[in-house]
């Protein structure tokens, strides 16, 4: 063998190897970025499917029909010995809210949706942060994100007839036992005829830290108090807006209150479980009033810029590890970045044209 | 022209702690917006703290480099290697100063602070708003896939040097270890 031979020989290896180094970066990372798929349920495929190939241009995937509120939540004090958070110290902490209906449809009608819900964002002068979305049944109908996104699959109107499919609807929830407490909600459930004689969950467990470190578990509700009544006589239930009409009415001079009634887990609950109720004896403390003074149509409003990440906190909270709770955090990033692309290039487009 | 070899061991030091930080970030970043298990969670909270460290560490060693000597590239390179050199060697400092920097206004427009490790929180810099928010989130990204890209580009050309011209340039970055007789 001669000695060039020898040496090109060398030089292919070397070529090889770092063929082979880059190459495996290069996979790596596309891997990493789901190119190839495989990672199980992402975010993107959540949205995709609340989308249903009908993406509403700026308007959040689901729940996307509302309206902006300003209020304010008068703490009682009753959850500082639970909590650090400022929030729940005595004293009053304004707040941006919003009533939505479920349904990714921004002209749906009001009074059709199955599910209603409160959404609340605080920001206090010291930098704290605290936002929630709440809605009207009282636990989730499984316990894990992809379960989650197979029954949002099975509840989706069919395109060939128009409507879901009966008999997937029940094959699985006879599959998942765990929907028990759900369908028995849905069950006795009679939505009212306004947002502010309904009662909306937190769903999933968080946990309050207090002084001394010690963590406790809680669930929250905002619980009307205003009782339920039929429909104002000039607002038509056929209309289309007829909840928001209902509410100005109702803001029109006067106030919208709830109260926060937050309840204690005790041992025997498992607090990173959304599809169980807890028992009706267990400790519930009023933690005070959200008094909701003003509303305001959500384009252009205060609430349309937020993102109700039920995983934005204050100091004296956490998150469980509820797999559905963390699930929000990104399946939420990712309606808010694709809202938040359509804002910025509609806008650039509007500036180009002018 | 300067005589150094290779870079001083700071520079050296930096170098493979940013390059491990920001690698592990890339991925950690890709990986984290798709995902709905509850790691992301915590994820999200570790990259914005360790966003910060990158930031505070690209900032050390430009100013590093105003103090110290630089080996010279190997002289038989060509004008166009020479000037490919020095351009991904800039891009590479303005996609490190870019990436944490967008990250940081991407949260502010998102009406949230960075914080970092749950100690202390960065200032706000931009009002909250869904416009800022689209171009920060989204220059985030394109930022991130560039600095993944010149990185490539980068291993690339480190390994040609090292392995296939066997020059001055890949040593000069690596610790010399004494060699066992």
């Known amino acids: 063998m001669s000695n060039t031979t020898d040496k090109s020989g060398s030089m292919k290896k070397r070529y090889a190897v770092i063929f082979l180094l880059i190459a495996a970066l290069v996979f790596g990372f596309l891997y990493a970025a789901g190119l190839f798929g495989g990672h199980g349920t992402t975010a993107q495929q959540f949205v995709n499917l609340q989308e249903n190939n009908k993406p509403q241009f700026s308007f959040r995937r689901a729940h996307a029909k509302g309206v902006c509120l300003a209020g304010e939540f008068v703490s009682s004090g009753a959850l500082a010995p639970y909590s650090t958070s400022e929030f729940f110290q005595e004293g009053s902490q304004p707040f941006v809210g919003r009533f939505s209906i479920a349904g990714g449809n921004p002209l749906a009608p009001d009074l059709a949706a199955p599910v209603r819900s409160l959404a609340l964002s605080f920001a206090s002068d010291s930098g704290q942060r605290w936002r929630t979305a709440m809605n009207t049944p009282p636990v989730m109908a499984v316990r894990t994100p992809e379960e989650f996104y197979q029954q949002i699959q099975v509840l989706t109107p069919d395109p060939a007839t128009g409507k879901p499919d009966g008999e997937k609807i029940k094959a699985f929830f006879a599959a998942h036992p765990e929907t028990a407490a759900f369908t028995q909600w849905k069950q006795n459930y009679t939505p009212t005829t306004s947002f502010a004689t309904e009662q909306y969950h937190s769903i999933n467990a968080f946990y309050l830290i207090n002084g001394k470190g010690q963590r406790q578990a809680v669930r929250w509700a905002a619980v009307p108090q205003a009782s339920a009544q039929p429909m104002a006589t000039d607002i038509s239930a056929s209309d289309r807006d007829a909840l928001q009409l209902e509410l100005a009415q109702r803001l029109d001079g006067d106030t919208v209150r709830f109260a926060l009634m937050v309840t204690l887990a005790d041992a025997s609950d498992d607090e990173n479980n959304p599809t169980i109720a807890w028992p009706a004896e267990r400790t519930s403390i009023n933690a005070g009033t959200l008094v909701i003074n003003a509303v305001q149509p959500q384009q252009g409003g205060a609430c349309d810029g937020i993102n109700f990440d039920p995983l934005v906190l204050p100091a004296g909270m956490e998150a469980t590890a509820d797999p559905i709770l963390n699930a929000r955090g990104s399946a939420y990033a990712e309606s808010y970045r694709r809202r938040a692309r359509e804002v910025l290039l509609e806008q650039n487009a509007a500036g180009a044209k002018q | ?181």
């Open chain 2, 1 to 181: 022209m300067n005589n150094v070899k290779a870079f001083p061991t700071s520079a050296k030091l930096m170098h493979w702690l940013s390059a491990v930080l920001i690698i592990c970030m890339l991925f950690l970043g890709v990986s984290m917006i798709q995902s709905l298990a509850t790691w992301q969670n915590s994820a999200i909270k570790l990259h914005q703290s360790f966003g910060v460290l990158v930031l505070i560490l690209v900032c050390v060693r430009l100013l590093n480099r105003l103090f110290i000597q630089t080996p010279a590239l190997p002289s038989d390179l060509s004008a166009m290697q020479h000037f490919a050199a020095k351009a991904t060697q800039i891009l590479m400092y303005l996609l490190m100063i870019a990436l944490p920097v967008s990250g940081w206004l991407m949260r502010n427009a998102a009406g949230l602070p960075v914080s970092v490790f749950g100690l202390f929180e960065l200032p706000i810099l931009v009002d909250a708003g869904m416009k800022a928010y689209g171009f920060y989130r989204e220059l985030h990204g394109v930022v991130a896939w560039s600095l993944f890209g010149v990185i490539v580009l980068h291993i690339s050309a480190a390994l040609h040097h090292g392995l296939i011209r066997q020059d001055s340039v890949l040593p000069s970055m690596l610790f010399k270890f004494r060699s066992r007789k």
